[in-house]
């Protein structure tokens, strides 16, 4: 027991953070390829693309994990094929649910890298590109600078939704200390359990965490306003 | 250099053709819509649908479809509205092209173009705590400083209030003075054509109409801008002396000379003037009984009628210049004017230039 929080809950915890950091930081860098084409392609498809980004925001989370526990299971598409390829499947496993973290938060990350990209408009990159800039070194030198707002708010947004996170985890997850169980599910259990005092701990941690979390973003908000300057 | 560019965005065509002098300001002039902007555009390699032919310091730029990237391209642009990074400070914008081309190949100095723009003192600050005139100030600096090849520049002075224009203007003639590049200057005010640029690119929907020398294409009768309503010739001339006692400068174009508000330019600077047609008027003999101060022996040139019912458009001739004068019908016949005849050109009031 550390501050009320018996190991197995601050097991929990810790492996909530480490699953919102590392799907977090995995669809940070996935997302920017994405986000730019939505931000600047004239193609009609785009609508269709943006739809399909934001279906985690209205879908209910158990259906999400529904179809992924199918996907990723050993007779799915994806698992089947690891199983093949002499790999395991991707159900009950810390892999699955950082992908299932992925899927659910994918519009908390590309939302707001698409705007910001889109504040940030195509003069800029142009600007940089008539002073000897190449491609990349415009990412780094001007984007990057000018939307860390943009990718400030995906970070905290996907992280603190992955913290809550509860019915894709358990649909593909299922509740296995350690491996699989997360703070959420351990929150659920307690209660099922009628251990309230249990439920009230990690609770709290979880709340606390989010607002301080939020509070941050907020606060960082002041002062990264390049993109509105520079429109 | 032959230019040559096509492009098509939906309805708009451009289709361009001109010839780029080695040196000097050629301005590209045409109202808005005209396609100015796409071809200047086009020429950074900003249009990747763009097509056509272009070759800068013996480096192709653009082989038909084919384009060099913006990047690799020793070229300076300057928009329309400054474009400065807002989370650089001043210096560090002017530093991000320079720093990006190699030391050896620099041949614009870093001091000498923070003076020339007058930048001291504002390399500490950022963007945003500049006034119109310094960002593009600013924006000229950093193009400049990346020593390019060909210069060019989208309507620098459009966004800017008439403040802000008189106090970048300056340096902008002072960078025609000193510029050993060719400069293209997207525009449609008449005024900067006529104090900036020495050669002339006329477009019209998407074409290119004509292209000359700056007083070639104002006067020609052919085209539009002989036929506006403010339309002006340009005179080059040479400063000679001050009279002091009467604030006037004499200046002479061409062997005769005109008389200007007080210039405070030694003998010899080479001066532009410019002459409104409505300000011109014809004599057949000279006026000596004339409050107006400058009366130039000319030649008419052409004859045509005016757009303006019941005016004739007057080319006259001054040397190897050319004046516009813009007279009645009547008085034309009155005084029986006709190709070829010698008269006084009774010249109201000159702006320099």
Not at chain 1, 31 to 55: D, H, M, Q, S, Y
Not at chain 2, 271 to 286: K, M, N
């Amino acid at each position: 027991m550390i501050l009320g929080i018996a190991e197995a809950d601050w097991i929990a915890l810790l492996l909530t953070l480490r699953l919102a950091l590392i799907s977090t930081v995995l669809l940070l860098v996935l997302c920017i390829p994405l986000a730019w084409w939505l931000a600047f392609t004239p193609n009609r498809g785009k609508v269709l693309v943006e739809a399909l980004v934001a279906l985690p925001l209205v879908l209910p989370p158990t259906v999400i994990g529904f179809y992924l526990l199918i996907l990723l299971g050993p007779r799915g598409a994806v698992g089947g094929a690891l199983e093949a390829a002499g790999l395991n499947h991707l159900a009950f496993s810390f892999t699955g649910l950082v992908v299932g973290s992925m899927v659910y938060s994918l519009p908390f990350v590309v939302q707001p890298l698409q705007n910001a990209f889109q504040n940030l408009g195509s003069r800029p990159l142009e600007a940089a590109a008539t002073l000897r800039a190449g491609p990349l070194d415009r990412f780094v030198t001007v984007v990057l600078p000018l939307t860390q707002r943009g990718f400030l708010t995906a970070f905290v947004l996907s992280f603190a939704h992955t913290l809550g996170e509860f019915g894709v985890l358990l649909m593909i997850g299922g509740s296995i200390p350690g491996q699989t169980q997360v703070a959420s599910i351990a929150i659920y259990n307690h209660v099922e359990a009628l251990d309230y005092g249990a439920a009230h701990g990690l609770s709290l941690v979880l709340l606390v965490l989010a607002f301080v979390l939020l509070l941050s973003v907020y606060a960082l908000n002041r002062r990264f306003r390049w993109v509105g300057v520079a429109q | 250099m032959n230019v040559i560019f096509d492009l098509r965005r939906g309805s708009f065509a451009l289709k361009a053709e001109f010839d780029l002098p080695d040196r000097g300001v050629t301005a590209i002039f045409g109202r808005s819509g005209c396609g100015k902007t796409s071809l200047l555009r086009c020429m950074a390699g900003l249009e990747p649908e763009a097509s056509g032919q272009l070759q800068v310091a013996g480096q192709a730029w653009q082989r038909g479809a084919w384009s060099l990237p913006t990047h690799e391209r020793a070229l300076g642009y300057v928009f329309q509205e400054a474009s400065l990074f807002p989370h650089l400070t001043v210096e560090r914008n002017l530093r991000y092209g320079w720093r990006r081309v190699a030391p050896g190949k620099r041949r614009v100095e870093w001091q000498p173009t923070i003076e020339l723009l007058g930048l001291e003192g504002l390399l500490d600050r950022y963007p945003a705590q500049l006034s119109g005139g310094q960002r593009q100030r600013v924006a000229v600096g950093r193009a400049l400083l990346t020593s390019p090849d060909l210069l060019l520049m989208d309507e620098p002075l459009a966004s800017l209030d008439s403040d802000s224009k008189a106090e970048i203007l300056p340096y902008l003639e002072k960078l025609h003075r000193d510029l050993a590049v060719p400069l293209v200057y997207v525009s449609h005010s008449q005024d900067e054509v006529l104090r900036l640029a020495d050669q002339l690119v006329l477009m019209d929907d998407g074409q290119v109409q004509t292209q000359g020398p700056v007083a070639d294409v104002l006067t020609r009768l052919d085209m539009p801008l002989a036929h506006q309503q403010g339309a002006k010739a340009l005179l080059e001339g040479a400063v000679v002396r001050q009279d002091e006692a009467d604030h006037l400068t004499e200046v002479i174009c061409d062997g005769q000379s005109i008389w200007v508000s007080q210039l405070n330019q030694p003998p010899g600077t080479p001066v532009r003037l410019s002459v409104a047609a409505r300000d011109v008027t014809i004599s057949r003999a000279p006026a000596t009984d004339s409050s107006v101060l400058n009366c130039l022996a000319v030649q008419i040139d052409a004859l045509e009628a005016d757009p303006q019912p019941g005016h004739v458009l007057v080319v006259l001739r001054l040397g190897a210049q050319v004046l516009l004068s813009r007279i009645t019908e009547r008085s034309r016949r009155q005084l029986a004017l006709t190709r070829g005849d010698c008269v006084y050109a009774l010249v109201k009031g000159v702006a320099v230039h």
